[in-house]
């Protein structure tokens, strides 16, 4: 035999041996040699870490309010926290002290609930933590020390019931019960507070004055009913309220909301192409930035690389041009099948909306409305059946990544989850781990339960992708599919296949082999072979990496108060990146807090601790540290940090409820196999059968007690009315249409921003294609002149406004603080505009008609857009050289008026945190361009100026008038734009067209 023959049939033999240690180990993956050390490593690592990350919070707070404390810092009087003194350990007592209701009152419904269930989860763990290690522990050792069943494993395989037989199962029927007792206690109560609170939250002044409170919305609308009578009969339909409603039917508003999101793509390309080109202003580089023309850009038949400022800058106005034409033919749309209909009084609203719940008009579908903010603008038209194939094909979506994930986790389950049997495959590795057992021991305690943690840090991310075409009507009711899909995903992955893996594997061998040895077929085989013993010791072996796994999360849970990461990452963004301005206002905001994502740890980690409480009873006490723990520094980062985005009113309460509900009942499953397995009697397992439907007679209970009270204010007529109250009188704020139309039909458009030191070069890069005065004087572009277009015609020897068409932000500016009361930066970090006073409504139009006078609006085309730049309110003679060319601001016509909705009140004026224009500290040498990308451009044709006296928009302002013959229907007959706090309090130019640039020249 040649040389090389034998080296490949070693080798051929050499992969079969490996590959049935491979094999064998699928079938056995546990092996508890380093489970001791293991858990003693991660107990150290994980409670040191947690010790040194607090005391770095507690160091670095005081000092830093932008991270550790920035709702303190945004928040308005209502809703700002109690105040933190600057000692290292002060942040204690007001996270003591602070009660539920202040809480509510301070930071909102959702997160004084979610602070409830971790309460909740504390107490609960307390308990069963006392009766499961002071009942199972002394069963397990004396039963193991009987038989002995654990003579050579760890002491943490001693506390596992490896050799509880016979009448010790009655412990385990006993506890059961208890434990089902328990926790049917606290639910129970929890249940009544959260419905107190709901009570609470309907009978608020906030939620009495809203607009939404008494607003239904209907959807799958027939053709025959699309109009505002149609939505008006339809809820007639369901039930007479006593005053007929103001009804709305939707209008299509066909590519508006695309070109919009085209439109705020531009202008961030745009920032971030000019934020590394004017890195360093002293030394630009030596060509120009470029880039590829965007796909639907209708002027390039193909993708060309073209210069990215001049292309980025004429896309930008093209799209202005173009959204102003959609949003002026709105009205000629056609209408969509959902719509609106608002009530006088929230009793009549809520009596329509219970009486709809199994009422179905037309095929259309009735429910209370959410807030303007919370709603999936895009997913309110869809009819049933594409809402159905949307929902199939994401369950899909999420059944395939289930599936896929399998064979990762079972990698990790069978190498990472202990080291001896990677080493059983990788000689090299089985050197090291055998010279080194101690510190492979603690790599295994840590790195198992790491990877795991960090590979589930992605989920929710795409979870949540997966969800947005869902069909969702809400972004709260979708954040809860996301809780309800992480959690199905987390228990299947993890305490299925994780955990079940192996004895799945070698409970199918084990038949294979019955099969082929005794010629037996496959259901004899199956039933010879004792699946219940080999699911008992899967579950035993397995404890200990939940119980590693658990302690972790004690390390996670300073690791969120710490802010590290935050910290971390904005440091990365401005130490090596080129961050816009706009990106560095951002990362000073106060972060959102992900319910979906918390929400569905807590459950995780419950159902964890209640499923391995009887194999692993040390589960129990480390989820009540845990819990503990977190309850109170949870409490802190919903304080000062985190703010809710979009606030549901304490609506995740139920699926926390259901899910908790799953826990026990999945617990008590478990807990049937084992007395299966172990039984001595047949009696000792239909003792466990009554279990399941007292859960479902205590969940049923609990629905019919509670959720109709939670859910609606009212079931039939309204309550003053009867009592004889005067009737709520009609407010003039109340229109339907304009609070409840698409927020692409009155969003204020991005104005780029640029650092102000690259002022002095805006001109520069644009090669005098822009270059105007922004009074009328023309460019000169480079000619021998060029220096003498910098000067103004109105006022002889003073420099006209800089011509840019960006925002100039300096660097004493860039951060929330200046721009929180803006649109853009509002709708994303506002926690649903109400967080820093809230703004009002939406009152002026698209069609040029004032709403409240129903007289053309001053100026026609729109107002009140966003606030002004503090460059209009300098002196001509002020030392950033920039003034209004325009004449002082014309002060609002709203500025006296006050409103009382929810969404949009105006702020308590005198207030310490009222709104100032992006920035209420700005010094006289802060100078912002309040030129737009349209001010610059070429001046289009002439236009209609409004000849009534006072309409204009200062000097030489110029309007649109409303297209002849645009009829006006009672759902968008107008457009609304944004009315900005500021502009009422501060009497200064709100106008759209005063900062879109369409003055005339």
């Not at 295994?444 to 069909?471: D, H, K």
């Not at 099969?515 to 080999?534: C, F, H, K, P, V």
């Not at 939406?842 to 100026?859: C, K, L, N, Q």
Request: net charge positive.
């Amino acid at each position: 035999m040649s040389p090389r023959l034998v080296v490949a049939t070693l080798r051929t033999r050499a992969e079969e041996s490996s590959a049935d240690k491979f094999l064998d180990l699928i079938q056995s993956p546990f092996n508890t040699e380093l489970d001791e050390k293991a858990f003693w490593s991660s107990l150290g690592y994980s409670l040191g870490a947690a010790a040194i990350f607090a005391f770095l919070f507690c160091l670095l707070r005081p000092y830093n309010n932008t991270v550790y404390a920035p709702r303190l810092k945004h928040a308005d009087e209502k809703h700002a926290p109690p105040p933190v003194k600057k000692g290292v350990f002060d942040w204690v007592q007001p996270v003591l002290k602070t009660k539920e209701q202040l809480l509510v009152e301070k930071v909102g419904l959702d997160a004084a609930v979610f602070l409830r269930f971790t309460k909740m989860c504390r107490n609960i763990f307390i308990i069963l933590s006392l009766l499961g290690c002071g009942v199972y522990i002394p069963i397990n050792l004396v039963q193991n020390a009987q038989n002995n069943a654990t003579s050579d494993n760890s002491l943490f395989m001693k506390l596992t019931p490896l050799g509880v037989w016979g009448a010790s199962c009655w412990a385990h029927v006993l506890l059961s019960y208890i434990f089902n007792g328990i926790i049917f206690f606290f639910l129970w109560r929890n249940y009544r507070a959260v419905a107190r609170l709901r009570r609470a939250y309907f009978e608020s002044n906030d939620y009495q004055k809203s607009l939404h409170s008494r607003t239904l919305m209907v959807t799958d609308v027939p053709r025959g009913y699309r109009t505002d009578d149609g939505i008006v009969k339809i809820t007639e339909e369901i039930k007479v309220a006593t005053d007929a409603p103001s009804g709305v039917i939707a209008r299509n508003v066909k590519d508006l909301p695309r070109l919009i999101e085209d439109h705020e793509a531009a202008v961030r390309h745009l920032e971030e192409v000019l934020a590394k080109y004017l890195k360093n202003p002293n030394k630009l580089p030596l060509n120009r930035p470029t880039c590829k023309t965007h796909k639907n850009d209708r002027s390039y038949t193909k993708p060309q690389t073209v210069d990215a400022i001049d292309y980025l800058t004429s896309r930008i106005k093209s799209l202005e041009l173009e959204i102003t034409e959609v949003r002026l033919s709105v009205d000629n749309r056609n209408a969509l099948s959902y719509g609106f209909a608002s009530y006088d009084s929230i009793e009549e609203a809520h009596g329509v909306a219970y009486s709809a719940k199994r009422k179905h008009p037309h095929g259309s579908s009735v429910r209370l409305a959410p807030k303007p903010s919370d709603l999936i603008w895009k997913n309110l038209p869809l009819d049933k059946k594409t809402r159905v194939w949307r929902g199939i094909f994401n369950n899909i979506w999420v059944v395939l990544l289930t599936l896929v994930w399998i064979v990762p986790n079972a990698m990790i389950a069978v190498f990472l989850a202990n080291l001896t049997n990677l080493g059983a495959v990788w000689h090299d590795f089985q050197v090291t781990l055998s010279a080194n057992p101690k510190f492979w021991g603690a790599v295994q305690g840590i790195a198992a339960p790491l990877v795991t943690t960090l590979v589930y840090f992605f989920l929710p991310i795409i979870f949540r992708r997966i969800s947005i075409n869902a069909g969702d009507y809400s972004k709260t009711s979708r954040e809860r599919h996301v809780m309800h899909k992480l959690y199905s995903f987390f228990i299947f992955n993890n305490l299925i296949v994780f955990s079940l893996f192996s004895t799945a594997w070698r409970y199918a061998v084990a038949i294979i082999d019955t099969e082929q040895t005794d010629n037996m077929d496959a259901w004899t085989a199956i039933q010879s072979t004792d699946l219940y013993g080999r699911l008992m010791t899967a579950f035993c072996q397995v404890s200990p990496f939940w119980l590693n796994y658990l302690l972790q999360r004690n390390f996670g849970a300073a690791w969120d108060l710490s802010q590290l990461g935050n910290m971390f990452i904005n440091y990365a963004i401005r130490t090596f990146s080129n961050p816009t301005p706009r990106r560095l206002i951002e990362l000073s905001a106060p972060p959102a807090f992900d319910y979906a994502c918390y929400y569905n740890f807590f459950l995780f980690y419950s159902t964890i601790a209640l499923v391995f409480a009887p194999f692993q009873p040390l589960v129990l006490p480390v989820a009540c540290l845990y819990f503990t723990l977190d309850s109170y520094l949870k409490k802190y980062l919903l304080m000062y940090v985190f703010i809710t985005k979009h606030e549901s009113g304490g609506a995740y309460w139920r699926v926390l409820f259901n899910r908790f509900i799953f826990a026990a009942g999945f617990a008590n499953l478990i807990a049937f196999l084992f007395v299966m397995a172990r039984k001595q009697n047949m009696t000792q397992a239909a003792c466990m059968f009554p279990l399941p439907l007292v859960l479902i007679a205590f969940k049923w209970w609990c629905k019919r007690r509670y959720d109709d009270a939670m859910h609606f204010y009212s079931k039939g007529s309204q309550k003053g009315r009867e009592e004889g109250l005067p009737e709520r009188p009609k407010q003039r704020s109340d229109r339907v249409g304009v609070r409840f139309g698409h927020p692409a039909l009155y969003k204020p458009l991005m104005t780029p921003m640029v650092h102000a030191k690259s002022q002095h070069l805006l001109r520069e890069i644009y090669r005098g294609r822009l270059d105007q005065d922004s009074d009328g004087a023309p460019a000169t572009a480079y000619s021998d002149t060029y220096d003498l277009t910098k000067m103004s015609r109105a006022k002889v020897g003073k420099a006209a406004a800089s011509a840019s068409p960006f925002e100039i932000v300096t660097e004493a500016q860039m951060d929330f603080e200046n721009y929180k009361n803006r649109p853009e930066f509002r709708d994303e970090f506002g926690g649903d505009g109400e967080l820093y006073s809230r703004p009002s409504t939406p009152t002026t139009f698209r069609t040029g008609f004032d709403s409240r006078t129903g007289s053309p609006a001053p100026g026609g085309y729109a107002s009140n857009s966003r606030p002004s730049s503090p460059a209009f309110n300098s002196r001509p003679d002020s030392p950033s050289g920039l003034h209004n060319p325009y004449g002082p601001p014309r002060p609002s016509h709203d500025s006296q008026r006050t409103f009382t909705d929810l969404e949009h009140p105006v702020p308590v004026a005198g207030a310490s945190r009222t709104y100032s224009p992006l920035s209420n500290a700005v010094s006289n040498d802060v100078s912002l361009s309040d030129v737009s990308l349209v001010a610059g451009a070429a001046p289009m044709g002439g236009s209609l100026r409004d000849p009534s006296p006072g309409g204009g928009r200062g000097r030489g302002a110029r309007s649109v008038s409303p297209r002849p013959g645009l009829a006006a229907s009672a759902g968008y007959r107008q457009v609304p734009l944004d009315e900005t706090p500021g502009a009422e309090l501060a009497g200064e130019e709100t106008s759209y067209d005063f900062f879109r640039g369409r003055r005339a020249r």
